[in-house]
């Protein structure tokens, strides 16, 4: 079983940084075979992805939505996985969810692992 916790939601104004977490456990968790990706749901629409990384963290892939202001990173060593937003929109306001699959990284929704999200709300 793997176990994903999201942390660092909260509500901030227009414009403002966030740095969301995702600590990872569980007994068959390796974070040397897992790709990880953050995805975002707004109420009243479909979970959308958001941003990828690869299990080294030598290939990240990004959401026409937040590219040139999100970064996605890791540290295996903490198992822990980041999601650093810039310049935040009432539009990115949504429940932001960690997930891990074993293998590449995906932008859709074939993930195994997830976690029970964390709001972030973003006011104007």
């Known amino acids: 079983q793997v176990q994903l916790v999201e942390s660092g939601g909260g509500l901030v104004q227009t414009g403002d940084s966030l740095r969301l977490s995702c600590a990872a456990s569980?007994?068959?968790?390796?974070?040397?075979?897992?790709?990880m990706g953050w995805f975002r749901q707004a109420p009243g629409k479909e979970r959308e992805f958001v941003a990828g990384i690869s299990w080294n963290g030598a290939s990240t892939v990004y959401s026409d939505s937040v590219k040139g202001r999100a970064t996605i990173s890791r540290d295996n060593a903490k198992n822990t996985v980041y999601l650093q937003m810039n310049s935040l929109k009432p539009e990115d306001t949504a429940v932001y969810y960690c997930?891990?699959?074993?293998?590449?990284?995906?932008?859709?929704?074939?993930?195994?692992?997830w976690g029970q999200g964390t709001q972030v709300t973003v006011s104007s």
């Open positions: 997930a891990g699959r074993p293998g590449t990284v995906r932008s859709g929704l074939e993930y195994t692992y």
């Open positions: 569980g007994r068959t968790y390796s974070a040397y075979t897992m790709g």
